[in-house]
Structures are given as structure tokens and as C-alpha cells.
């Protein structure tokens, strides 16, 4: 697996890169899995291993459509304003979130769906390499340019690679470069910085709701005035 350049995230690296960076990370650590591990749960409500890994599959399908979908309209979203913010977390009962869970069932073997993720996953890191970054696209009643899609991306890849960890301490997490780059957008959706005491991980893990934060924590974000947790969406 291929890392971001150094400091890549708080840098002018094309926006291609840190989302190749990533998704190549998430994808090899699934690979990477004892079928055991599928079985697990992960870091998303209602869902096992299984069930996220059957979500980046329609992730990565999403990828292709999008990008196979260019328009003349102005772009009405970007990067940031790309994301909803709900006030409530998910519960894995909304409807499309239980359809990822019969459908990640009916593949039985979790080869045949580390398969999958690997054909879909690997097209659509090749569709984003030849994507021109200024063509707009359209997506989710959005028009965006290629760029600011595949940027928001990168906030969605590294988030779902902490959902695959959250209880797999053994397999490992995203790269450094994407979590600081995740984080950064973040603090963009969140108009407000997350304080210097929260890493990266942390920051993003607090902040998504992912965990609930320490009362050191909770005194610190307070004093930044940061809103959370932010449920994106």
C-alpha cells in the first residue's frame, strides 16, 4: 500500500492523491481480515464488520455513478456543505441502512464480498485518478466539481476506516495524512477548531459522536466552543 506524501494533508497535494491515499488504506486493511473478524461489530450502529464492508461496496458504486455523471449546471455544494448534519445519530433502523444488512448476508462468504469491494473499489480508484477535478458532477440532488466529491471523500473513507477498527485493535487504523486532513475538514463543517489537547483520531472520533468524550474533554471543546458531536450524513 502507497502512503500520502508527508504532510500531505495540510499541504496543495491534489485532492486525487489524499483520496487514492485513503481508499487504498481501507481497502487493504479489509483485505487484510480473518473471515472471523467479519462477524465482529463495528464502529456504525446495528452494523458487523460484514455490513460496513457491504456499505463501502455501494460506496465505492456511488464513486462510479458520480463520476460517470458530469453536468453544465453551477456547482451548488463543495466539500464541506456537501455533508448533512443530522441532530440525532443514526440507530441502523432506517431503511437503506437494513438493506445493507441482508444484502451483506446474501453473499454468505466474506471472500466473495472482500471480492467485490476489491473489483468495484479498484475501478473507482482508477475512475478518480482520470477524473478531471474541475468537471462538475452531479450527485444526491447536488452538482459539485469532480474535486470537492472526491475531497468530501476523504472525510468519508477514514471515518468508515475507524468504524472497521473500532473493535479490531489488531488490524490497522487510517494513515496519519488522512486523519489530519479529516480532521481539518472537520473543524471546517464544525466552523470551529478542535482543541490542540485532542489528537487527530480523537478529534474525530469525539467529534462524529463516535465516543463520548472525556469530562478533560468536554471542558476543553467547551472552552473552543465547538459544537458536537456533528452527525454527518
Wanted: hydrophobic letters at 45%; aromatic letters at 6%.
Amino acid at each position: 500500500m502507497s502512503g500520502c506524501p508527508p504532510g500531505a494533508c495540510r499541504t496543495s497535494v491534489p485532492t486525487v492523491d489524499l483520496f487514492a491515499c485513503s481508499w487504498t488504506a481501507l481497502r487493504t486493511a479489509v483485505a487484510a481480515l480473518p473471515e472471523a473478524d467479519f462477524e465482529k461489530p463495528s464502529g456504525c450502529a446495528g452494523w458487523l464488520v460484514r455490513d460496513l464492508v457491504c456499505h463501502l461496496v455501494i460506496d465505492a458504486q456511488d464513486v462510479l455513478i458520480t463520476l460517470a455523471t458530469p453536468t453544465g449546471s453551477e456547482p451548488t455544494a463543495d466539500a464541506v456543505t456537501y455533508w448533512e448534519v443530522a441532530d440525532r445519530p443514526p440507530t441502523g433502523d432506517d431503511p437503506l441502512d437494513a438493506l445493507i444488512v441482508r444484502l451483506a448476508a446474501a453473499y454468505r462468504e466474506p471472500h466473495l464480498l472482500t471480492f467485490h469491494l476489491d473489483d468495484v473499489g479498484s475501478a473507482a480508484g482508477r475512475a478518480a485518478a482520470l477524473a478531471d477535478p474541475e468537471q462538475r458532477v452531479r450527485t444526491r440532488g447536488q452538482v459539485l466539481t469532480a474535486g470537492d466529491y472526491l475531497a468530501a471523500y476523504v472525510l468519508e473513507w477514514t471515518l468508515h476506516h475507524l468504524d472497521l477498527v473500532a473493535h479490531l485493535p489488531h488490524v490497522p487504523g487510517p494513515p496519519a495524512e488522512s486523519l489530519a486532513r479529516s480532521r481539518a475538514a472537520l473543524e471546517e463543517i464544525a466552523g470551529a477548531a478542535f482543541p490542540a489537547s485532542l489528537g487527530d483520531r480523537d478529534a474525530l472520533l469525539v467529534g462524529t459522536g463516535r465516543r463520548a468524550p472525556t469530562a478533560a474533554e468536554r471542558a476543553a471543546l467547551g472552552a473552543a466552543a465547538v459544537r458536537v458531536p456533528l452527525h454527518l450524513g
